[in-house]
């Protein structure tokens, strides 16, 4: 159970997260009678694929890849979640008995493991968290609609620009600078690029003078220009 004296920064996130913001008082004290706080370290696996389902996560701290493997034995990761996101709720809500990714912490992080039968018990009563539920899947199936459509019909530049830009959270003038959350590799897999495909992007997104990339940290020179070409679709 999660103690909202010693945890509070942890419990308000997950308050205001966007999967619990509409949750009334009592119900969300409910919820943390049984949620747990968990601590990975990185290259730490939360669960398997085909692991039987038994919690829904939610990140407040860190990084966690959702990957799958290949009869090759090759990994394709699915997602990347970074702070606010919460991850398994919705194979929860399709009534599936196993997890179909593999977790991965990919950074030391804090995550709050919340008891999926015990969540489903609640909604289960509740015809308005329902709809709340509903709408916060809605949400989610639109996002990844969205990104399927990018990784199909773009190419490796313009899926990584688009993806640098998702990343800008405060921006003062037109250039911006940020420290990429997780390593290169695992953005490639992530955006369904080939390493040396994402390689050969960068460089020429630096060629074109548009980046410039020193170890994690990137600089975007014209914001308003990469907007631009990712909406007109230049790139």
């Known amino acids: 159970m999660l103690d909202k004296t010693l945890n509070h920064n942890v419990v308000m996130a997950l308050k205001q997260s966007v999967m619990f913001s509409g949750f009334d008082a009592e119900t969300f004290d409910d919820i943390l009678k049984f949620s747990r706080l968990s601590k990975t370290t990185a290259e730490q696996i939360i669960f398997h694929q085909g692991d039987p389902l038994s919690h829904i996560y939610f990140v407040y701290d860190g990084a966690v ?31 599936a008995p196993k997890y179909p990714v593999t977790a991965t912490a990919l950074k030391d992080s804090i995550l709050i493991a919340i008891d999926g039968q015990k969540l489903l018990s ?28 990018k990784q199909t019909l ?17 921006q ?20 369904s690029i080939k390493p040396e495909t994402f390689s050969r992007a960068l460089k ?11 170890d994690q940290t990137i600089c975007l020179h014209d914001v308003a220009l990469l907007k631009e070409m990712i909406e007109l679709e230049e790139l």
């Not at 890849?65 to 394709?76: A, I």
């Not at 773009?154 to 405060?170: E, K, Q």
């Not at 003062?172 to 955006?191: H, M, Q, T, W, Y």
């Not at 020429?204 to 020193?214: A, E, H, N, V, Y």
């Open 204 to 214: 020429s997104l630096q060629t074109k003078g548009l980046i410039s990339i020193k």
């Open 65 to 95: 890849k959702l990957g799958r493997g290949s009869f090759k034995g090759e990994e394709k990761i699915i997602e990347v979640l970074l702070p606010g996101r919460t991850f398994a709720e919705g194979v929860l809500f399709a009534g």
């Open 122 to 149: 609640i909604l289960k009563n509740s015809a308005e968290l329902c709809l709340k539920m509903l709408s916060h899947l809605s949400v989610r199936l639109h996002w990844m609609v969205n990104e399927l459509d």
């Open 172 to 191: 003062a003038g037109n250039a911006c600078e940020f420290k990429l959350p997780v390593p290169k590799r695992d953005i490639a897999s992530r955006l």
């Open 154 to 170: 773009h190419n490796a530049s313009f899926r990584m620009v688009d993806y640098f830009l998702s990343h800008i959270s405060h």
